[in-house]
């Protein structure tokens, strides 16, 4: 088990760019797969980003990037040209697996909030 904290968020205007940054504890931080997931008011958790075993970024969000420096224990989030509808509370999870869904991951941070003003 871990411990995970969020950071980065902020209001930003639309096309604007932000970077968010995941902080993992312990030296064990690098054997885990870290993900990158959203929720806003009245809407289920979603899946934003993921690093594979391999390092290798998942394209499942155009506009978004994840990296992660194992030395630094941190996972970052690189998102670009963002939109009203991006607006939400981001959260980074571990897991010992490979997945996307959330009820995978057994490791949360408190996440931080992203508002993208119109």
């Known amino acids: 088990q871990i411990q995970l904290v969020e950071s980065g968020g902020g209001v930003v205007q639309a096309g604007g760019s932000l970077r968010l940054s995941c902080t993992g504890s312990g030296r064990a931080f690098s054997t885990y797969t870290v993900a990158w997931f959203r929720q806003s008011p009245g809407k289920e958790r979603e899946f934003v980003a993921v690093?594979?075993?391999?390092g290798v970024a998942d394209p499942a969000r155009g506009r978004f990037f994840i990296a992660r420096d194992n030395a630094k224990n941190a996972v970052y989030l690189q998102m670009s040209n963002l939109q009203p509808e991006d607006t939400a509370i981001y959260y980074c999870?571990?897991?010992?697996?490979?997945?996307?869904?959330?009820?995978?991951?057994?490791?949360w941070g408190r996440g931080t909030q992203v508002t993208v003003s119109s």
């Open positions: 999870a571990a897991q010992k697996g490979v997945g996307v869904r959330p009820e995978k991951y057994t490791d």
């Open positions: 690093l594979r075993w391999s």
